[in-house]
């Protein structure tokens, strides 16, 4: 029964990956698009004459329609949170994989730090509990039993007698 669970809760999860790469993906064809019609339309006013202003026309038109498609979509994003540093990145022209690069080091290295604390206060933890132990065996067991570490008072108690 927990088997079914299991796959069932991979199945949903596989599921909602693949919408959320389907609507990276139609949001990344929408801005090829657009890029590409804003790249025609400034070749076509760069070289304006005339015969081209109907094409000139048309490529507004389609930008225009490229803009409503983006603004129909945008509520389909509103989930995703995007850092202001990774804009700055982006303005300087620099690619978002150096961004998440850092970001992902930055990360270990917190983790590395916060891991290190927990190491240190586990062990303060169990020389304060020994000494406490030494200097008061009954309280020390009381606290053990008050925090549900049978095990622990336990041995202590043995040690005690």
Known sequence: MEHDGQQHLQKSSSRKEKEMEDR????ERTLEQFQENARIMGSTAADFSTRSQDQLNQKIHTLISGLAQMDAMKHEFDDVKVPLELMDVLDRGETPY???????ERTVQKNEEV???IEM????????LKHMGDELPSDT??????????????QL???LQ
């Open 121 to 128: 206060y586990r062990k303060f933890r169990a020389s304060l």
């Open 157 to 159: 108690k043995q040690n």
């Open 98 to 104: 150096l961004y998440s690069k850092e970001m992902l």
């Open 141 to 154: 067991v009381k606290y053990l039993t008050a925090r549900q570490e049978h095990k622990a008072a336990e």
């Open 115 to 117: 891991n290190g604390k």
């Open 24 to 27: 990276f993906d139609k949001l």
